[in-house]
């Protein structure tokens, strides 16, 4: 599985980060950054979670 983060979507509000700290993570302008490439299937779960919960659907994910 590969999680992608489309930077110009996504609004910083850390929701990802927070469900799924081993996959994403904010960078220094306070956007989410994918990294776990590919994801570690222990991680699928929450990486699945965070793309759901993205409010502004900036999260994909490709198996
Ligand atoms: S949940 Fe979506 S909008 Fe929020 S930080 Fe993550 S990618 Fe960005």
């Not at 994403?24 to 299937?41: L, Y």
Request: with cysteine; hydrophobic share 35%.
């Amino acid at each position: 599985m590969k999680a992608f983060v489309d930077r110009g979507a996504c609004i910083g509000c850390q929701l990802c980060a927070t469900i799924c700290p081993n996959v994403f993570e904010m960078d220094g302008e306070q956007i989410s950054v994918v990294i776990a490439d590919p994801v570690p299937s222990d991680f699928e779960e929450c990486a699945e979670e965070s793309r759901d919960s993205c409010p502004t659907e900036a999260i994909s994910i490709k198996e």
